[in-house]
T-cell receptor, first 115, second 117 residues
Framework: EAQVTQNPRYLITVTGKKLTVTCSQN?????MSWYRQDPGLGLRQIYY???????DKGDVPEGYKVSRKEKRNFPLILESPSPNQTSLYFC??????????????FGPGTRLTVT | AQKVTQAQTEISVVEKEDVTLDCVYE???????LFWYKQPPSGELVFLIR??????QNEISGRYSWNFQKSTSSFNFTITASQVVDSAVYFC??????????????FGTGTKLQVIP
């Protein structure tokens, strides 16, 4: 089954404790992206990657890191989480060519609470 | 910079009524893609439709229809004969474009639709 998986689905942590949210896709998609969803703000793009070793900042990259060492994986790293990073996080992937349509397929989301 | 505006924060309709969700976008790109996604109460994001900037044909899929007008930079979504299962948050999104390699994606803030039985 074609899918995007994220782990963990729920996480409660404390300020400053480094954490990683994993994202993996099995569709051989070139493009992957991370979003955060906050009430009243919709989804905002954190980072995206067009392919292995190619990443770039979205609209809200501060406090986050990513890496793309393999095509299927795109982990989101919070090196020193703060309470304002409490949010619902989505990973997404899509083909990287226009003939494929560019629509994104989303993971189930990770609800992160930083106390 | 690109922008997507969904001015309707929440809409309530009675079952079987028609409802239109508005989406207005801004971009400097001449080539771009527009999308609608549905987020039901369970939380997942479901892709509904894609439209590219050089295809202004309207589309109908069952009770759903989409009206894309480049002249007004709008991509509106109509649900005909709404049902309780249509209750969800709906997001409009823009992926532009020829200037940036189709890498940045901007979502609107979403419209929460409640269909009352």
């Amino acid at each position: 089954e074609a899918q995007v998986t994220q782990n963990p689905r729920y996480l409660i942590t404390v300020t400053g404790k480094k954490l990683t949210v994993t994202c993996s896709q099995n569709m051989n998609h070139e493009y992957m992206s991370w979003y955060r969803q906050d009430p009243g703000l919709g989804l905002r793009q954190i980072y995206y990657s067009m392919n292995v070793e190619v990443t770039d900042k979205g609209d809200v990259p501060e406090g986050y890191k990513v890496s793309r060492k393999e095509k299927r994986n795109f982990p989101l790293i919070l090196e020193s989480p703060s309470p304002n990073q409490t949010s619902l996080y989505f990973c997404a992937s899509s083909p990287g060519t226009p003939t494929s349509g560019y629509e994104q397929y989303f993971g189930p989301g990770t609800r992160l609470t930083v106390t | 910079a690109q922008k997507v505006t969904q001015a309707q924060t929440e809409i309530s309709v009675v079952e079987k009524e028609d409802v239109t969700l508005d989406c207005v976008y801004e971009t400097r790109d001449t080539t771009y893609y527009l999308f609608w996604y549905k987020q039901p109460p369970s939380g997942e994001l479901v892709f509904l439709i894609r439209r590219n900037s050089f295809d202004e044909q309207n589309e109908i899929s069952g009770r759903y229809s989409w009206n894309f007008q480049k002249s007004t930079s709008s991509f509106n979504f109509t649900i005909t004969a709404s049902q309780v299962v249509d209750s969800a948050v709906y997001f409009c999104a823009l992926r532009g474009g020829n200037s940036g390699g189709y890498q940045k994606v901007t979502f609107g803030t979403g419209t929460k639709l409640q269909v009352i039985p």
